[in-house]
């Protein structure tokens, strides 16, 4: 399978049994989500998945997912609740200002969001099941409310401002101390939540580099409109991304969101940046043992859209089946991964070496592609191309070797750093590795010395090597 495959872990997958079940179902990345704890929750988790990783031998990502700003109503007195029906109209302020007032109170304890709201806004509650509509900021400052749907209100639900601005941080205190604890603790990528900016993309990457030798990826998590406006600008500054269907769907209207979610993957390809799709792929499969034909489309059609991951939240972090999940998202994936090699859009040397040795490996008929990259860039290039050969991505690092797992057909493997070339250590890999038949043709791509540069510096060979 060339689509690699993200897993959520929580109560229904956090054994050493169901995790290696999961390995074996191809799962790559797993991610612990610190929404729900702290670094002190996952010590034992981690530890567990290193330990499974030797027993697999085959590099296993960890991504540490941050919470990030999540807004939240106050508390209502008792831990009470309001019952809203269409047209009601209520009142949101600061808990201190909560009155007896003619309408309902929703306390809401934000001011640099009630210096944004405006007559007309539009306000999400409980992900996306109330709606409410800004009708007047009152002398006093609070603002009139009108619900368009009927529901239940309770303390500390999430909170939407669709299409808005919103002037928070992607990184919260809790989120830079979380990052340094999984930076401690190993983990091999970061995520953040509501990235609005390329600066928040800088801040993470400026805390990584303070207390870590290792320069993780970092993944956006695209879950705001104004995200999605400046996608170019954060696609320079970020590693991964992804398409946070869950919160996008909420600051969307609906309909807008296939359409949005191929304009992302398609920038995220030219760009040569890895690319994830989650929320809600198999999400019947918490409680059924196979997928709806619906979600069995959408995972197909993320695939050829040309996602390089697919993510399962709920459904192997809480499902009563979470290997089955995995092995359906595997099958589902495979049945679709049929892509024509892509011509780069970008003007550049290196793109155009990875475009020209996955030219070269169809016209020969080579078995796979061999490429020699300390960093890996090398590798997501070829990756990009989308060839129909899988990528062996050849690396000493072992930041570039998780890394990799992101990219779509790429298999990571650790090489010695020894005084051998690239070019030689590629061609040794192929030589005494079984994954090569005797008389197969593999393409290398490799970094070999030159006259002006003793060392090498990015891929300058493409070679057709016969084992």
């Known amino acids: 399978m060339k689509t690699k495959i993200l897993a959520t872990i929580g109560p229904a997958s956090n054994k050493r049994d169901v995790l290696s079940k999961l390995i074996a179902a191809g799962v790559r990345i797993f991610r612990l989500n610190f929404s729900h704890g702290d670094s002190s929750s996952f010590v034992d988790l981690i530890k567990m998945i290193r330990e499974l990783e030797i027993v697999h031998k085959t590099p296993i990502t960890i991504l540490q997912d941050l919470s990030g700003p999540k807004i939240r109503i106050g508390t209502f007195p008792n831990e009470g609740s309001l019952n809203v029906l269409k047209g009601d109209q209520l009142l949101l302020g ?5 009155c007896n007032d003619e309408f309902p109170y929703i306390p809401f304890d934000h001011p640099e969001i009630f210096a944004e709201l405006e007559q007309g806004d539009r306000l999400v509650l409980a992900d996306g099941t109330l709606q409410f509509r800004v009708v007047e900021h ?38 830079k101390k979380d990052l ?76 807008e969101l296939p359409a949005m979610q191929k304009r992302i993957i398609r920038a995220c390809n030219r760009a040569a940046k890895p690319v994830i799709v989650a929320t809600q792929m198999l999400l019947s499969m918490v409680s059924s043992p196979s997928p709806t034909r619906a979600e069995t489309t959408d995972v197909a059609n993320a695939v050829l859209d040309g996602a390089d991951c697919v993510m399962l939240s709920e459904e192997t972090a809480m499902g009563n089946y979470p290997v089955e999940t995995a092995q359906f998202m595997s099958g589902i994936a495979s049945k679709a991964e049929t892509r024509r090699i892509a011509e780069p859009e970008n003007d550049g040397t290196a793109e155009f070496l990875a475009y020209a040795a996955c030219l070269l490996a169809q016209k020969a008929n080579a078995k796979s592609i061999v490429a020699h990259s300390l960093s890996g860039t090398s590798a997501r290039l070829l990756s990009a191309r989308r060839p129909v050969q899988t990528i062996h991505a050849l690396t000493p690092d072992v930041t570039s ?66 084992k």
């Open 401 to 466: 070797l998780k890394a990799l797992n992101f990219s779509w057909s790429v298999l990571p493997h650790q090489v010695g750093n020894d005084n051998v070339g690239h070019l030689a250590r590629a061609e040794r890999f192929i030589a005494s590795s079984s994954l090569f038949g005797l008389g197969e043709d593999v393409v290398i791509t490799a970094g070999q010395p030159t006259s002006s540069s003793p060392q090498p510096r990015g891929t300058n060979l493409v070679k057709i090597y016969r």
């Open 94 to 98: 600061p808990s201190s200002l909560m």
């Open 138 to 175: 009152r002398e006093d400052g609070l603002f009139k409310l009108e619900a368009n749907n009927n529901g239940i209100v309770t303390s500390r639900k999430g909170l939407a401002l669709p299409g808005k601005s919103i002037p928070l941080p992607a990184l919260t205190e809790k989120d």
């Open 180 to 255: 340094v604890d999984g930076l401690a603790l190993g983990v091999d990528a970061v995520a953040l939540s509501f990235v609005q900016s390329p600066e928040d993309i800088r801040e993470a990457k400026s805390i990584i580099r303070s207390h870590s030798d290792r320069d993780i990826p970092v993944i956006a998590k695209l879950e705001r409109r104004n995200a999605v406006d400046r996608l170019d600008a954060i696609l320079k500054e970020v590693d991964i991304v992804m398409v946070a269907r869950g919160d996008l769907g909420i600051e969307c209207p609906l309909p």
